[in-house]
């Protein structure tokens, strides 16, 4: 009887991560969706392609070599074994409290879990360099963000090791419970060296420094890529409990629902708000950037506020992401789908939050883990750019930035027949 109680609790939890997971992998549709929808038609390809093609990849580096730099071991030389049922019952029968892993299959999971949010954080990139970058230049990028940039950060956060030997994270405070600063603020970390390498889309700024809208193609599109989103963010914080199968973990994982919904509830109503003060009218593109702010804000610390307290920390994070896109706007800093805003500026928001719910958290071990990961992602980034600059170019040409990337870089275009007579 024991031993079934054991197995049913492994399969269960198992079972939770590896659904997260899936729900996690199901948000590379809503970037794809979102990015298609805010930049123009003859972009649209391109876009696609690029979502895609860094999902697999990620896929690839972090399975050759990430995964091993961020948590080490070599377990990935061997191949995915079967379970041995009886050693992992005795590892469970052992441990106090449970089983928290241990096996290759658990190790498996766990990797299909982290993977995904590797390939995340390289989706915010995407947005943030479309419509002038060259598709191969990006993706040589996402090789190394993904195989090296990415797990380095991790190692020193989520696998706990001390920031080149000099001091370690966990020791001085630092806390993100699903990545507001590990994931996405290193997303937007590696997004915004992008763009100032890139420089800003022709036409989008006059010769005085006025500011011209450049509207996105399809916003059904985006809102759909909004609600995948919203709907993916539920694994990526959910799954982030790392069990299910025991009363206490139950109620953590429904208490990190609730928050993730009532964050995205809140940013999405407070960046509505302040759309119609500023502009007199409801803006549909920072209502989606609002719901998403306030899942960002949330994602360093889903699980001990309480539900009005993750309404009011979303909230924030919507009023946030309104005034930095127009700030970022304005000082020419070109973001085509405001994922700097949304990831980068309210990530940081985010962990600077945590302390306010969690007594194991610190105002200076969350600011310094913000700028470890902001120093260390922004600047290798920024040099592996600018590598890739001097070599084969990151930029298209003006002409083909002006008749969409779409045919330059993928020979075919996503609405075909809008240009038929």
């Given at each position: 009887m024991q031993d079934q109680i054991f197995q049913l609790q492994y399969a269960m939890d198992t079972f939770y991560f590896l659904v997260c997971g899936a729900?996690?992998?199901?948000?590379?549709?809503?970037?794809?969706?979102?990015?298609?929808?805010?930049?123009?038609?003859?972009?649209?390809?391109?876009?696609?392609?690029?979502?895609?093609?860094?999902?697999?990849?990620?896929?690839?580096?972090?399975?050759?070599?990430?995964?091993?730099?961020?948590?080490?071991?070599?377990?990935?030389?061997?191949?995915?074994?079967?379970?041995?049922?009886a050693a992992t019952l005795a590892d469970f029968a052992a441990r106090e409290g449970g089983f928290e892993g241990g096996s290759i299959y658990s190790t498996a999971s766990d990797f299909f879990f982290q993977?995904?949010?590797?390939?995340?954080?390289?989706?915010?990139?995407?947005?943030?360099?479309?419509?002038?970058?060259?598709?191969?230049?990006?993706?040589?990028?996402?090789?190394?963000?993904t195989g090296f940039i990415y797990p380095m950060e991790g190692s020193w956060t989520w696998g706990g090791n001390a920031v080149f030997g000099m001091y370690s994270l966990g020791d001085i405070g630092f806390s993100d419970f699903a990545g507001s600063g590990i994931v996405h603020?290193?997303?937007?970390?590696?997004?915004?060296?992008?763009?100032?390498?890139?420089?800003?889309?022709?036409?989008?700024?006059?010769p005085n420094g006025e500011v011209r809208a450049i509207p996105g193609a399809?916003?059904?599109?985006?809102?759909?890529?909004?609600?995948?989103?919203?709907?993916?963010?539920?694994?990526?914080?959910?799954?982030s409990v790392l069990k299910l199968g025991d009363i206490a973990s139950a109620n953590s994982v429904a208490m990190?629902?609730?928050?993730?919904?009532?964050?995205?509830?809140?940013?999405?109503?407070?960046?509505?708000?302040l759309g119609r003060i500023l502009f007199g009218k409801a803006d549909l593109t920072m209502l989606l950037n609002g719901a998403l702010a306030g899942l960002v804000a949330i994602?360093?610390?889903?699980?001990?506020?309480?539900?009005?307290?993750?309404?009011l920390i979303g909230a924030v994070g919507g009023l946030i992401v309104?005034?930095?896109?127009?700030?970022?706007?304005?000082?020419?800093?070109d973001d085509p789908v405001g994922a700097i805003s949304v990831h980068g500026v309210v990530g940081i928001w985010g962990l600077l939050a945590v302390p306010l719910t969690n007594d194991g958290a610190s105002f200076f071990g969350q600011i310094a883990g913000a700028l470890t990961i902001f120093v260390w992602v922004f600047f290798a980034s920024l040099i592996v750019w600018?590598?890739?600059?001097?070599?084969?170019?990151?930029?298209?040409?003006?002409?083909?930035?002006?008749?969409?990337?779409?045919?330059?870089?993928?020979g075919m275009e996503a609405y075909p027949e809008f240009n038929k007579s």
């Open positions: 729900l996690v992998m199901w948000m590379a549709a809503g970037f794809a969706m979102l990015e298609a929808g805010l930049v123009r038609s003859k972009n649209t390809t391109e876009i696609l392609t690029k979502n895609v093609a860094l999902f697999a990849i990620a896929c690839i580096m972090y399975f050759v070599c990430g995964y091993s730099i961020m948590y080490g071991g070599t377990w990935f030389l061997t191949g995915i074994q079967d379970v041995d049922t993977v995904v949010f590797v390939a995340t954080a390289m989706s915010i990139v995407s947005g943030a360099v479309a419509e002038r970058m060259k598709l191969w230049s990006f993706l040589v990028f996402a090789v190394v963000m603020l290193a997303g937007a970390a590696a997004a915004l060296a992008g763009v100032l390498v890139l420089g800003a889309r022709k036409g989008k700024y006059g399809n916003l059904p599109l985006a809102t759909l890529g909004t609600f995948i989103l919203w709907l993916g963010w539920f694994g990526f914080n959910g799954g990190v629902f609730l928050n993730t919904n009532a964050a995205a509830a809140g940013g999405a109503v407070a960046a509505l708000l994602t360093a610390e889903p699980s001990t506020p309480s539900a009005l307290g993750a309404t309104v005034v930095s896109i127009l700030t970022l706007d304005k000082l020419k800093i600018l590598i890739i600059k001097a070599i084969m170019g990151v930029r298209v040409s003006e002409e083909e930035e002006y008749e969409g990337v779409d045919l330059s870089e993928c």
